[in-house]
């Protein structure tokens, strides 16, 4: 009985050496297409459902090892700044602490999040506006980047393809 094992391990192994060039490109594009279906979709969902294991202290990290003053050209405008984080507290009260607003000086026309609840908004876009409803809703989206955490998500989904790709 264990010899017919071991043999039928061996007819199914060489099976597949004599199997023809036609098939083992066929096992290999399968191959691919099951790592791809993997990359493109199996690791995306469980980065995105890892995030929600992550304390929020590790954004706090992440953010931290940037600093505002890195990540831009411009000049800080601290009494814009100021103006920015009144307009903010009146906007959304229920707000902790942690939101606070950045105002650079610099034609961008742009703004972005971090982790940490810091946010950039360039003097670029500020004269674009016309209405205080946009700056409401250019805050209102840049805190939903930190509170839905999508630079945390984007991170994990990076990670994990690497370690994907990586095995």
Known sequence: LHLNRMNEGNIWYHRLLNAGFAAHIGIALGVLAFCAGLYFYVVPALAEKAVDYIPLSVDDKVGASFTVD????????????????????EMAPELDSRYRITAISDDQVNAFALPTASTVIYTGMLEKMDQQEELAAVMAHEIS??????SMR?????LSGYLLLTL
């Not at 984007?154 to 990076?158: A, Q």
């Open 70 to 89: 890195e990540l831009f050209t411009g000049e800080n405008d601290s009494l814009l700044s100021v103006e920015l984080n009144r307009f903010l507290r």
């Open 145 to 150: 980047h930190v509170t839905h955490r999508h």
């Open 154 to 158: 984007l991170l994990c989904r990076n």
